[in-house]
């Protein structure tokens, strides 16, 4: 008897009819002779509607507001959990729906993207043992002052891979409206490849960069905890792809996968004096505020005194990044310019440690279809490129005939 963690996402969920049909998936894992635990998020839309009557009332600003926004949104997976068992008792099936704060979801208390910091399964597990499916809202927790808290988009995710960590589960199973993990989007283009497996360390890097199957902070617990994570469709009975340790992928790649993100706004600060602490005093004060930057590059002036920094930052803190560089005192520049028509495009695969080369054929690839480079990122596997926006379709498609990973 294997323990497995199912989380589906809203799209899964998105009506009663989809709601009965989760319910069939746990019940044939049943039939098999498995324990499980659900998790879901709330019905495709949901989530939406609620951050816009948050937004409708409110600026959202202070701590204490996004307390309340937490409050407001969290209460749309409330809703799924409830159908799901009801649909589940229909069935003859035992099931108890619990909220975050009663399955013991503890976060910390950063409010609209908390982080779990632990999951007390006692409750989970008592349920498991008396024969009940317990189905867990995704998403959300609470703080140790007993505040509701959400976990950013995407949060499900994180959730169902935390709870199969907690529990120590067999397998963890996402369901989605997608069959798995490609070598690129498929809506892109239609020679993308379906991966069977792939390596914990190259889906973080696509996550971050830009892939949309799972959150990156799954990703991070599925690779910290070995969590054996399946993506898959709620909407066909097609195996999925497997998320595993790098020495299961028998499948040698030198090139995984071609990401892309649109979601970053270009940040350029010309004329910065050049003097000690000048990074610190610029980044600092982004990094109080929460806001996460990615790519950076610093050119120096011929004479040396004065230097341009240039770094993304996502396009929905782009304000808050110009405000916050507006009020750092110590930070002396001659112009701010910003640029929200960019994308980030991205080759990833475990194959650029041992090989030379991966990168100039990604340069050179782009050069022959006229597209300019604006910022360049590096890690051990994996190559990035700020672009014109434009151009990301272009971009991705010849990148994946490139690196010879179009279908046959």
């Not at 701010?336 to 054929?361: I, W």
Request: glycine residues 8%; charged residues 25%.
């Amino acid at each position: 008897m294997a323990l497995i963690v199912q989380k589906f996402g809203g799209t899964s969920v998105a009506n009663t009819e989809r709601i009965r049909n989760v319910a069939k998936k746990v019940q044939k894992e049943l039939k098999k002779g498995n324990k499980v635990a659900v998790v879901l998020s709330a019905m495709s839309g949901v989530t939406d509607q609620l951050v816009g009557y948050t937004k409708e009332v409110s600026e959202l600003r202070t701590a204490e507001e996004l307390a309340e926004y937490d409050t407001v949104v969290a209460s749309g997976e409330q809703v799924t959990v409830g159908l799901l068992a009801l649909a589940l008792m229909s069935m003859g099936i035992k099931a108890k729906s619990f909220l975050g704060w009663q399955a013991g979801i503890k976060t910390d208390k950063i409010h609209s993207k908390a982080r779990i910091e632990g999951i007390d399964v006692k409750v989970i597990k008592d349920a498991l043992k008396k024969g009940f499916v317990p189905i867990i809202p995704g998403f959300q927790g609470i703080t140790d002052d007993n505040r509701i808290t959400t976990l950013g988009r995407g949060g499900s995710d994180t959730s169902g891979v935390a709870l199969a960590a907690a529990l120590k589960a067999d397998r963890c199973d996402i369901y989605t409206d997608v069959d798995g993990v490609y070598t690129t989007d498929p809506r892109i283009n239609p020679k993308a490849r379906k991966l069977q497996k792939v390596a914990y360390e190259e889906m973080l890097e696509m996550a971050s960069l830009g892939a949309k199957v799972l959150q990156t902070r799954s990703v991070e617990l599925a690779m910290k905890y070995h969590v054996r994570t399946q993506v898959l469709s709620s909407f066909s009975d097609e195996p999925g792809t497997l998320l595993v340790d790098e020495e299961e992928v028998m499948e040698r790649r030198l090139i995984t996968g071609i990401t892309y993100s649109k979601s970053d706004a270009r940040v350029t600060l010309i004329g910065v004096e050049d003097s000690p602490g000048v990074a610190a005093a610029i980044f600092g004060p982004l990094a109080d505020g929460e806001i996460n930057v990615d790519m950076i590059v610093q050119n120096i002036s011929e004479d040396g005194k004065s230097t341009d920094i240039t770094f993304t930052v996502a396009k929905t803190d782009l304000k808050r990044a110009i405000a916050a560089i507006e009020k750092a005192k110590k930070v002396k520049y001659k112009k701010l310019l910003t640029d929200s028509n960019v994308a980030k495009v991205s080759v990833v695969g475990v194959g650029m440690r041992s090989h030379a080369g991966l990168a100039q054929q990604m340069f050179k690839t782009l050069a022959d279809k006229g597209i300019n480079i604006l910022v360049i990122s590096t890690s051990e596997i994996k190559v990035s490129v700020l672009i014109n926006e434009e151009y990301t379709e272009l971009a991705v498609r010849a990148l994946h005939t490139a690196y010879g990973l179009d279908k046959k």
